[in-house]
């Protein structure tokens, strides 16, 4: 089976200022890797996937991140975060050809004005 | 389009009492699941169907039931609710095992007194 392990519970941060949501996975296969974004009182959004290829994969606001097969890492990383980017973060793996996910246990993200 | 839907959004049960969670989705998806979210411990997995009329036990299971009869809809069933299955169901669907973006529904949020 697969676990993740998602470091920090809660991260505040300033406006602007970057921010690193930090992610580790353990799997004795190869892996998917996923982040996915919760704003309040909704569903979860997928932000980014890693399936192959390169391992830097970016989102469309403005989020990167890295997979790292050697340190079995996937951080999130946004180089100027904004209020709008105040939610809880999920990393999830899934092994290829799997049917389960698994997800870490959040990071809440608060942007401070 | 509605992508994938749930109701209710809040039911409040008292122990022992049973009920449906509903979740259908309109995007001909073969895989949907089910999880709930509990404060730090991330989403976990209770059933998942691959196809109609398949389903399989993810990682809590027990207290649980489902059942797929169509492609569309995926009910959850809790048969004699209990104070520790107090939390937020969240619905998913994805295409195939081989497309790994999950479509998440808003969540049911359940009480039980």
């Known amino acids: 089976a697969q676990s993740v392990t998602q470091l920090d519970s809660q991260v505040p941060v300033f406006e602007e200022a970057p921010v690193e949501l930090r992610c580790n996975y353990s799997s004795s296969v190869s892996v998917y890797l996923f982040w996915y974004v919760q704003y309040p009182n909704q569903g979860l959004q997928l932000l980014l996937k890693?399936?192959?290829?390169?391992?830097l994969v970016e989102s469309i606001n403005g989020f990167e991140a890295e997979f790292n097969k050697s340190q079995t890492s996937f951080h999130l990383r946004k180089p100027s975060v904004h209020i709008s980017d105040t939610a809880e973060y999920f990393c999830?793996?899934?092994?290829?050809?799997?049917?389960?996910?698994?997800f870490g246990t959040g990071t809440s993200l608060t942007v401070i004005p | 389009n509605a992508g994938v839907t749930q109701t209710p959004k809040f039911q409040v049960l008292k122990t022992g009492q049973s009920m449906t969670l509903q979740c259908a989705q309109d995007?001909?998806?073969?895989?949907m699941s089910w999880y709930r979210q509990d404060p730090g411990m991330g989403l976990r997995l209770i059933h998942y169907?691959?196809?109609?009329?398949?389903?399989d036990q993810g990682e809590v299971p027990n207290g649980y039931n489902v059942s797929r009869s169509t492609t569309e809809d995926f009910p959850l069933r809790l048969l004699s609710a209990a104070p520790s299955q107090t939390s937020v169901y969240f619905c998913?669907?994805?295409?195939?095992?081989?497309?790994?973006?999950?479509?998440f529904g808003p969540g049911t949020r359940l009480t039980v007194t």
């Open positions: 999830a793996v899934s092994a290829l050809m799997s049917n389960q996910f698994y």
């Open positions: 890693y399936l192959s290829g390169s391992t």
């Open positions: 998913a669907s994805r295409g195939t095992v081989l497309l790994h973006e999950q479509y």
């Open positions: 995007m001909n998806h073969e895989y």
């Open positions: 169907s691959v196809g109609a009329g398949i389903t």
